[in-house]
């Protein structure tokens, strides 16, 4: 929510702290502040107000109570005449259909009005906060509810036929909206409608029909409260959620809707002095009562950890407009009507707590317990199995659960390619060793082996699996990527002493093998402790070593030098001439033949711009030739 | 370059799981698991935002599509849907316990660099008679200077998570800046209400977060998708 740091100086006759002192203040005691910027002759703060303390917090009078009670600065007292109710002369009667959806009504009919600009300092105040002008009416209830966070709405007298009934749409029923957008209802979206169908979506937006324009001349203020749940399924469907949705979807107090009206009624005359009130219509069927928490001294403590003096809770909810009364041990809360995020003790433990600063208070740590919960099983012997093997070469993968088929699917999925739950590991799997075999000079291995375990979801429900890939890069005689696979499998059943499967499934791009690990695990014994597995601490100051999403090309060159000469010389004169572009070398084959060696390096060239061409290559290799040659040392 | 002996290794994340897990098994805390695939009941409902509750927005969520009738499903937002679970299989003889629960969670929202629809979070529970927020704060704080060094610092700001009362959002203090790690508080007592654990009788301290965000910063990764595409140019640096 934006909130206008001027807006908030309007409640307070005395000095508050600065903006960027608020930002602090907030961010310690009451919510995060996303952001704070200057805009005109304001400050404007992002606030992120949660959905404990919409409630209250969604407005700038809410707002600047916090202040008033974290720095206790005393508020002005800000009062409006009262609206008297009175609809004898009433032009239309209010009906609510159902009194849980609406809890109250209130409507005041108006006449001799004047649309007209609305005043410069209102027009200020909702411009800070991005609010668009309309005209006087639309602006008043927009500033009220973004003063004390009740939404309005105001129709043209003149345009409603009959009564005004609240309830539910009839399902296929259209309404236009004030924007000029036709929108479909159904019977699950409750309406404000006169005897010629809808007039708004309570809560959410109004219509076209009854819209207030400068010819206005009779006017209908609605201030209302409606059932939150309601208000969140229509505004969610309809998709239009915005400020009066958001405020009702997180419950307001009904309380609220005649502090709403007596302000916006003063504010009207204040622009409109001719304006007349002609009917007050309040249908209030179950007005809510206030209701009482009882904490003690010691409860609170307790849940914070710290002492506190005597008389702080009370001091603290006090601030908070709260009623305290103390008897014995027991602390008695009355919270205000706004204040529905105070209903259990632990809530009054937040408040404290906050206050207070959780900055101020110790760390002490939680006392060793009598028995030690087993570890979960599964967890044990999965890192038992990746201790195996990595062991044995492999390199752990933590692919995607989510894939374009499977028997459990996404009910609105955003991509087709994650629209559905792995069945198995396998599959993406083999797409891991496509892409690793492709890498493999790169990555300077002969063989991509890998492995994962995870969670995979077939129609008997969710599984832990197992899967193992390999894929021999380079052919080998009488070495297939099976048999690598194969004494994987045997170390395994050797390390944990179990019998395995060996079904492998093989393709031109390795093999792969995949079981159902919860059965093994389930004939296994309980888990051991952790401290048998041997887990080593994460390396601490490594730096991640980018990758360039260009291809990389590969050159191979074998040096035949007399046996005189070192290993390094050789290496010396490729690192010295390959280039900048040669993102690694190394040595794959040596050998002596007639009192000679013969080192074979292999070097990858990649860019992080482009993909290079053979020619590029070819100027570093030539270069490296020369000097090899140079040296009279033979290139073969 | 060695020829037959190659090396294996651990992905990243399954290092950072297993430092966690072990920095917080030396304060007594124990590895606990569940399910991916979880029911409204255990990853929303229990946890104190049941439908049509705006909190319900703070999470975008895949839900798996079921016939009518049945029971609707998720793939978890977070797992904290662990913390229920574990309670209710405690609810008949309930003593005090400590777990830790790594797993992989989900959110349905567009991906990019920082955002990815699969991630890791850590997920802890600690249940007694007594339970307080200094131990809460003492056990992050303890946790944080094993996990980043002597430097770390903590700081407990006011926050909301359903299932939590006090709740808070845990900011630690790491490479010049305030990052926001964790949610943390006082178990709500409607949570063990919804397993049938008296919260008269008992109480708790929950936080959770996730990992990913952790091991990006520490060890500069630049794209959180590069984790989950099985490319060993990433897995076999670590």
């Known amino acids: 929510m934006k909130v206008s740091y001027n807006w908030l100086k309007s409640y307070f006759d005395t000095e508050i702290p600065t903006a960027k002192e608020l930002e602090v203040i907030f961010t310690d005691h009451l919510f995060e502040v996303e952001d704070l910027v200057k805009v005109d002759n304001d400050e404007v703060f992002e606030g992120k107000v949660l959905p404990d303390r919409a409630h209250y917090l969604l407005c700038h009078k809410g707002v600047a109570r916090e202040i008033g009670v974290l720095r206790d600065i005393p508020m002005k007292e800000i009062t409006f005449p009262d609206v008297i109710a009175g609809d004898d002369n009433a032009k239309f009667k209010v009906n609510i259909q159902d009194t849980d959806l609406c809890r109250r009504y209130i409507a005041v009919e108006m006449e001799n009005i004047t649309v007209g600009d609305s005043p410069k300092w209102i027009t200020d105040r909702l411009d800070v906060i991005g609010q668009k002008s309309i005209n006087c009416l639309v602006d008043l209830a927009n500033f009220v509810m973004l003063d004390i966070g009740q939404p309005m709405h105001v129709f043209d007298a003149d345009k409603i036929q009959g009564d005004i009934t609240v309830g539910p749409a009839d399902d296929g029923e259209k309404i236009v909206l004030l924007t000029g957008e036709e929108v479909e209802l159904n019977s699950d979206n409750l309406t404000i409608n006169d005897s010629n169908g809808p007039l708004a979506i309570a809560g959410v937006k109004g219509g076209k029909r009854a819209e207030v324009t400068k010819e206005t001349k009779r006017i209908v203020i609605e201030s209302a409260n409606f059932y939150p749940a309601s208000i969140r399924r229509t505004s969610t469907r309809l998709n239009l959620r915005n400020d009066s949705s958001k405020r009702f979807e997180n419950e307001i107090t009904p309380e609220l809707a005649m502090e709403a009206m007596t302000e916006i009624i003063a504010l009207i005359s204040e622009i409109s002095p001719d304006a007349k009130i002609t009917a007050v219509t309040d249908v209030y069927p179950n007005p809510v009562s206030k209701w009482t928490v009882d904490v003690s001294k010691d409860k609170i403590e307790k849940m914070l950890g710290i002492t506190l003096e005597n008389g702080q809770i009370e001091n603290i909810m006090k601030k908070m407009d709260c009623e305290v009364s103390v008897s014995n041990d027991v602390i008695t809360v009355t919270p205000p009507f706004n204040r529905l995020d105070i209903k259990i003790p632990e809530d009054i433990a937040d408040e404290v707590g906050r206050i207070i600063g959780y900055e101020n208070i110790p760390s002490i740590l939680t006392p060793e317990l009598e028995s030690k919960t087993l570890i979960n099983k599964t967890f044990f012997y999965s890192e038992k199995i990746k201790n195996v093997l990595v062991e044995q070469g492999f390199s752990e993968t933590l692919l995607y659960s989510l894939v374009n088929k499977g028997f459990y699917e996404i009910s609105y999925p955003m991509a087709s390619d994650k629209s559905a739950l792995r069945e198995n590991l396998l599959k993406k799997m083999s797409e891991s060793l496509v892409l690793n075999g492709r890498n493999a000079d790169l990555l300077a291995i002969e063989t991509v082996k890998i492995f994962e375990i995870g969670q995979v979801f077939t129609s008997n429900g969710e599984e832990t699996h197992l899967a193992i890939g390999v894929q021999l890069t380079k052919k080998k005689k009488g070495l297939k990527s099976e048999d690598i696979l194969k004494e994987a499998i045997l170390e395994l059943e050797k390390e944990l002493d179990i019998q395995l499967p060996k079904d492998i499934s093989a393709s031109e791009h390795g093999a792969i093998w995949e079981i159902n690990l919860d059965e093994f695990i389930s004939k296994m014994p309980s888990a051991g402790d952790i401290s048998t597995l041997g887990f080593k601490r994460l390396p601490l100051d490594k730096k991640f070593e980018k990758f360039s999403p260009y291809p990389f090309v590969t050159r191979d060159i074998a040096i035949f030098v007399p046996s005189n000469i070192e290993r390094d010389d050789v290496q010396k004169i490729i690192v010295d001439n390959a280039g900048e572009l040669c993102i690694k070398n190394y040595l794959f084959d040596v050998f002596e033949k007639d009192g000679k060696t013969s080192y074979a390096y292999r070097l990858i060239f990649q860019s992080f711009e482009k993909t290079l061409t053979d020619d590029e290559v070819n100027v570093h290799m030539e270069n490296i030739n020369k000097k090899i040659t140079g040296k009279g040392w033979e290139v073969r | ?238």
Request: net charge negative.
């Open chain 2, 1 to 238: 370059m060695e020829k037959n002996t190659q090396e294996g290794h651990l992905h990243i994340i399954t290092q950072a799981v297993r430092d966690i897990s072990a920095i917080f098994d030396k304060m007594g805390f124990s590895v606990q698991a569940g399910p991916e695939l979880e029911t409204e009941f255990y990853n929303f409902d229990a946890l104190g935002t049941p439908e049509d509750h705006p909190a319900r927005d703070m999470q975008d969520t895949f839900w798996i599509k079921t016939k009518p009738g049945e029971e609707k499903k998720v793939l978890r937002t977070h797992t904290s849907s662990v913390q229920v679970r574990f309670l209710e299989s405690m609810k008949d003889n309930p003593k005090p316990f400590k777990i830790i629960v790594p797993g992989k969670v989900f959110r349905n929202e567009a991906t990019d660099v920082t955002h990815e629809a699969q991630f890791f979070q850590v997920e802890s529970l600690y249940m007694n008679k007594n339970v307080s927020m200094t131990e809460l704060k003492g056990t992050l704080e303890k946790f944080f200077l094993e996990f980043i060094g002597p430097d770390a610092k903590i700081r407990f700001r006011p926050s909301f998570f359903s299932f939590v009362e006090p709740g808070v959002e845990v900011d630690v203090w790491w490479k010049d800046r305030w990052l926001e790690i964790f949610g943390a508080g006082l178990v709500h007592p409607d949570v063990f209400k919804s397993v049938g654990i008296d919260p008269k009788e008992w109480k708790g301290f929950a936080f959770g977060g996730g990992i990913d965000r952790l091991i990006m910063l520490r060890y500069g990764i630049d794209d959180i998708r590069h984790l989950y595409t099985g490319d060993l140019r990433l897995i076999n640096q670590f």
